[in-house]
């Protein structure tokens, strides 16, 4: 069973178009994330979302916007697609939000504007 | 906010030999610091992770060690394997979950047979 799930796997677009990365946990943790994973392997967070709380990284554009449905998912949307916003997106969840507790990642949405 | 150095950023042993990984942090307020493999494809998952209130932890052939008067800790992988081979990553964080983990840049890990 897949804890940490998302969709698509593959994603290649143009520039300028809008889209979304779907990510699912069956878990049940309280806390989501989205990184960032440029061409040189760096891991970066995004975003962390937690009982309705969003905390966002001030170096993300405000053209990403993280949107939960419910507390099982976390759902990336980018507009206006820019060819530097080409990377691996991952998708993760803790238990709470604590920098202490255990962070599962997904398999990773990689990106690629054209 | 917190910086993490992780090196080397490459790092090829023979099957068998031992691979250390070491990473520097800086933020004193650090007190959680996992480390991540991550596979060709897939996404990161933790193999070991250590708090600040312990110097050293070990679990099967791998170790990790803790300085934090130097800031510092470090990965051990005794008796490498080929399935040992991937990407590692280093992370620290403070505790405040909002601020995610902080990770190094990553270390490419090749086992030669």
């Known amino acids: 069973d897949t804890a940490v799930s998302q969709t698509p796997k593959y994603l290649v677009t143009q520039m300028g178009n809008d889209k979304s990365i779907k990510c699912e946990q069956n878990?049940?943790?309280?806390?989501m994330y989205w990184y960032k994973q440029d061409s040189k392997k760096f891991l970066k967070i995004m975003f962390s979302?937690?009982?309705?709380?969003?905390?966002i990284n001030e170096t993300v554009p405000n053209r990403f916007s993280p949107k939960s449905p419910d507390k099982a998912h976390l759902n990336l949307h980018i507009n206006s697609l820019e060819l530097g916003d080409s990377a691996v997106y991952f998708c993760?969840?803790?238990?709470?939000?604590?920098?202490?507790?255990?962070?599962?990642f997904g398999p990773g949405t990689r990106l690629t504007v054209l | 906010g917190e910086n993490v150095e992780q090196h080397p950023s490459t790092l090829s042993v023979q099957e068998g030999d031992s691979a250390v990984i070491k990473c520097t942090y800086s933020?004193?307020?650090?007190?959680?610091f996992p480390w991540y493999k991550q596979e060709l494809g897939k996404g990161p998952q933790l193999i070991i992770d250590?708090?600040?209130?312990?110097g050293e932890k070990k679990d099967q052939r791998i170790a990790v060690t803790l300085n934090k008067t130097a800031k510092h800790f470090s990965l051990h992988i005794t008796e490498t394997q080929p399935e040992d081979s991937a990407v590692y990553f280093c992370?620290?964080?403070?505790?405040?979950?909002?601020?995610?983990?902080?990770f190094g840049k990553g270390t490419h890990l090749i086992i030669q047979p």
């Open positions: 878990l049940g943790h309280d806390t």
């Open positions: 979302y937690n009982n309705k709380e969003l905390i």
């Open positions: 250590i708090r600040s209130n312990v």
């Open positions: 993760a969840s803790s238990l709470r939000l604590a920098g202490t507790d255990t962070q599962y």
């Open positions: 933020d004193s307020a650090s007190n959680y």
């Open positions: 992370a620290a964080s403070t505790g405040g979950g909002a601020d995610g983990l902080t």
